[in-house]
């Protein structure tokens, strides 16, 4: 309770009609705001930035055919993404068919955790995904995937990481300076 009051969320009031009183949180262009501090989240992204491209890599070593149809799929149903519903559910998909490619369980398990770790603070941020630019992204990474070029996959997967991570922290931002 202290610390949904403490993040605004609730109004205490004492007496005989007092009690706990769920206001409104504060917005920030009509965001709310998120629950989890923005370290905890940039040490969320920076892990991230660290784990997936290494998945990538290790996806480009070990592609087989099916694999390749089944990321070439991922690719293509986020071709069809016109909103971010549709987007939300199919972004995931790529990444952690890349990750079981990857063929290392803890890594996958890495992955998967941080992205559920992830889920909330940025469904909170209702951020504008660039659904042109990832899905440009996700069509590069599995071309250098599909190519077998680890180094490539690994660089193409942490550029594709890095605008996401300056975009939240931009509008992380937002929320301090209010």
Partial sequence: MGRLHHEGLIEVRRGVNGGSIVTAPPTVDGRVPPLVPWPELQGLLEFRACIEPLAARRAAERLSD???????RAVQGLGTATDIGTF????????????EMADLPLLLHAIEATRIAMVEPLDRLDLDVALA?????????LAAIAEGDAKLAERRMAAHLADPGREVAEVYARFTES
């Fill in 133 to 141: 630019s990832t899905q440009r992204a996700h069509r590069r990474v």
């Fill in 88 to 99: 939300r559910a199919l972004d995931p998909a790529f990444h952690l068919l890349i990750a």
């Fill in 66 to 72: 099916e694999g390749y149809t089944c990321l070439d």
